[in-house]
């Protein structure tokens, strides 16, 4: 959570932004019970299925109360001498979630993975610019990389979790690992669990190898773990890439209810997916940033034909 | 049938022509006659190992020291004892050396130097270690242990050149293991705000676990049957030692002596000593199999 200024709640605002924000949540689930085939297209525009921006575009009362959780400034991202992301100005809105859609190759997994500093993780990997989290830039010499992965949670593609570990043990592992024993580790463990929707499946099994679990449970088993360490934004590297569509689906609702808590950020390759679960969508192309906005207006009226090419399927 | 005709039709266009089916079967024959015929020294030595080294077992022959005494049938020759407990301690203490300071160095090429000028060179000169003859490790420590200060033989010295033969196949058998655990787990742990020492301890240690006491057992069956950096190290007794600042017996070395021997009760005592030397090397793979079946890496 933001220090400067909380998630807005309904009883904040005024009745008629209330009244839309009630709306934007039946329309996101709406859109999370509807068929994941459904084709997002721009002759589709008609019926909007996306979550849509909860807190309109138009309002700026209201967005002005949703705090900045990241800002990325200038930032460039290299393997060895090649440029994959090439200066980035964008912004994650706290408790919202930002889908990043854009073809193969674009640079959005690096662009993510420069948030929580994991791009370095990959020998000859480096990155330049800034990323704000907060105020604070994660890339200042004096900042402790280990310190800013607690803050800034992933979720990767294929879930993986510890295969040595059981259930409970993957979801402490977090804490474990961070030498952050503070407070009672069950509950710990619990709150994770719930927050992620797993713990009435799991409950009475806690013992059992996490690997035993199902594909989309163990991918929900991933994002507890990572709920577990408490951090303020989650980065979702296409998550629901390697599921069947029923868990994609619980996958999507999870995130809606998150973001109650954290900040998300999604990479997807799937559009629909997009429109389901983003209030915000940034279009890459090519290493660089075409455009950003609420994603209704992503998905129904781009103002950069390169968006509508894309979203209408004509390349990528 | 129409349908049938048209089917006899298309099974003569894909039908197997007997030139292929002969060559197949040449082939098959030709991996079969091999496979025999490398299973067929195995097998002879298996047999002549049991016929000839069952008749030496008994109780005595594993519970009391040799004798030395050769020479005056009617006394006893005695048994092996001293050299299954030197051979026990001299490889216990081998793989006290090498195991940490091999998983050590796997553990570096893998996590920390990778692709680095360093790692390359390392790996270069473990591949070279493990292509040196193992009578040059007793060489190279009788050279600078024995004669470089001036002293004599001595248990650990032989445990030290077991080691540095052990060395090469310990890394290199724990870098293959650690390479295999997926980076997608090192990733999600360092992402989890791990420490990196944390990670390699808490996650890719015990992925690689089992896969890695394969190989480890594999380097200490190894090291328990060479001769070669014994015979000038360790040197031989005849009494039952514990104490590796000392001389020690052990199984090839026993084995290497009696088997020269002229009198046919001590060679015979060879055949046995080296039927013990299998079966303890046997028992040994046995685990090391046993603990990799639990891999969660196969």
Redesign the interface.
């Known amino acids: 959570m933001t220090p400067d200024g909380p998630a807005p709640k309904v009883a904040d605002l005024d009745p008629d932004s209330r009244s839309e924000l009630e709306r934007g949540q039946q329309q996101a689930r709406d859109a999370s019970t509807a068929p994941p085939t459904r084709r997002i297209t721009g002759s589709a525009a008609g019926h909007q299925p996306a979550a849509g921006s909860r807190l309109g575009s138009g309002d700026a009362g209201v967005e002005a109360k949703a705090g900045i959780a990241v800002r990325l400034e200038g930032l460039r991202a290299f393997y060895g001498e090649a440029e994959q992301v090439k200066g980035i100005d964008l912004e994650f809105r706290a408790n919202e979630v930002t889908a990043i859609i854009g073809p193969s190759g674009c640079g959005k997994s690096t662009m993510v993975r420069c948030i929580n500093r994991m791009h370095e993780e990959i020998p000859g990997a480096h990155a330049e610019g800034r990323v704000l989290l907060e105020d604070l830039d994660v890339y200042d010499p004096a900042v402790d990389v280990v310190a800013v992965r607690r803050a800034v949670g992933m979720v990767f593609q294929k879930p993986n979790p510890f295969p040595t570990m059981s259930i409970f043990d993957n979801v402490a592992a977090g804490p474990r690992l961070s030498s952050r024993r503070r407070g009672d580790l069950r509950q710990k463990v619990e709150s994770a669990l719930r927050g992620a929707g797993l713990w009435d499946e799991v409950a009475d099994r806690l013992d059992e190898a996490g690997a035993g679990l199902s594909g989309g449970q163990q991918q929900r088993l991933c994002i507890a773990r990572s709920l577990a360490v408490e951090p303020e934004v989650i980065l979702m590297d296409e998550p629901c890439s390697a599921l069947d569509p029923i868990a994609t689906l619980k996958i999507e609702e999870l995130i809606d209810e998150l973001k109650q808590r954290v900040t998300i950020v999604i990479v997807t390759h799937n559009m629909q997916q997009a429109a389901r679960v983003a209030d915000r969508t940034a279009f890459m192309l090519d290493g660089k940033l075409v455009e950003v906005g609420p994603t209704q207006e992503i998905f129904t009226k781009p103002s950069d034909p390169r968006t509508e090419d894309y979203v209408t399927g004509k390349f990528g | 049938m129409s349908a049938h005709g048209a089917s006899t039709d298309r099974l003569s266009r894909f039908a197997v022509s007997p030139a292929r089916r002969r060559r197949d079967r040449l082939a098959r024959t030709g991996v079969l006659v091999g496979t025999a015929i490398a299973l067929v020294p195995l097998a002879l030595i298996v047999y002549y190992l049991l016929r000839k080294g069952l008749g030496a077992w008994s109780v005595s022959f594993f519970t009391t020291d040799p004798t030395g005494n050769t020479f005056f049938g009617g006394s006893s020759i005695g048994g092996i004892k001293s050299a299954i407990l030197g051979t026990i301690e001299i490889v216990a203490l081998a793989s006290a050396i090498s195991i940490p300071i091999g998983v050590g160095v796997a553990i570096w090429l893998v996590e920390y130097g990778?692709?680095s000028w360093l790692a390359h060179t390392v790996r270069f000169f473990v591949d070279v270690l493990t292509g040196v003859p193992s009578i040059l490790f007793g060489l190279f420590i009788y050279i600078v242990l024995i004669i470089g200060t001036g002293s004599t033989y001595a248990g650990y010295k032989g445990s030290i050149a077991l080691a540095l033969l052990m060395l090469p196949i310990v890394i290199r058998s724990a870098e293959v293991i650690l390479l295999l655990v997926?980076a997608?787990?090192?990733?999600?742990?360092?992402?989890?705000?791990?420490?990196r020492w944390?990670?390699i301890l808490?996650?890719v240690l015990?992925?690689a676990l089992p896969g890695m006491l394969t190989g480890v057992l594999l380097a200490v069956a190894r090291a328990a049957g060479e001769t070669a950096p014994l015979l000038f190290t360790a040197a031989a007794t005849l009494k039952t030692n514990f104490n590796l600042g000392g001389f020690m017996n052990s199984l090839p070395v026993q084995i290497y002596k009696d088997v020269t021997s002229p009198t046919t009760a001590v060679v015979n005592r060879a055949w046995g000593a080296a039927l013990t030397l299998v079966v303890m090397i046997l028992l040994l793979n046995l685990v090391a199999r046993l603990i990799s079946r639990r891999s969660?890496l196969a």
């Open positions: 990778r692709d997926p997608a787990l090192r990733e999600s742990a360092l992402a989890l705000g791990a420490p944390r990670v808490n996650v015990p992925t969660r």
